[in-house]
């Protein structure tokens, strides 16, 4: 009953025109985290985004998914709201955490661009939705299966120190 609820939701959300939806996932594998986010808007996907970074740590990586994400759904025009389904709700939380701590640099990127959507319209929102990996929910499913399956091969070697 609670799934099909959410996927009634889900769908009532991605049929908005005035919606980004964000579908973002992260992976590590031997120190290199690959982020890849999937944005549709009234149900169509519109943008795929892959990004890599080596040595970082797993929030580190969930945050800049959610910093590149926010980043791409604010740069698209007509959109005053964005959704954000990730597995990691924890690390979205970690957005409006104020105390000191290692992550402030890509919070303040994070809290720029989300004030700049925010100055746009005061209408403007963005919301953050939990669908763990378990859940198999098709689109996350997608996304997840791609960040597992990404094979990163490296055109010049690094090494670590």
Do not use: G
Not at 31 to 55: D, S
């Amino acid at each position: 009953m609670h799934i099909c609820k959410l996927d009634e939701l889900i769908f009532q959300t991605l049929a908005d025109s005035k919606t980004a939806v964000v579908v973002s996932n992260m992976s590590i594998k031997n120190q290199v985290a690959i982020l890849i986010a999937h944005i549709h808007v009234h149900n169509n996907p519109v943008i795929k985004t892959i990004y890599h970074v080596i040595n970082i740590t797993s929030i580190e990586a969930e945050l800049f998914a959610i910093r590149c994400s926010i980043n791409q759904a604010t740069q698209m025009i007509n959109n005053n709201c964005i959704t954000i389904i990730m597995d990691s709700i924890h690390a979205a939380k970690r957005i409006f955490d104020s105390s000191v701590h290692p992550y402030q640099i890509q919070l303040s990127t994070i809290s720029r661009e989300l004030r700049e959507f925010f100055r746009k319209d005061q209408h403007n929102s963005i919301k953050f939705w939990d669908c763990p990996s378990c859940d198999n929910w098709t689109l996350h499913h997608i996304v997840n299966k791609e960040t597992k399956k990404f094979d990163l091969v490296p055109i010049f070697l690094y090494k670590s120190s």
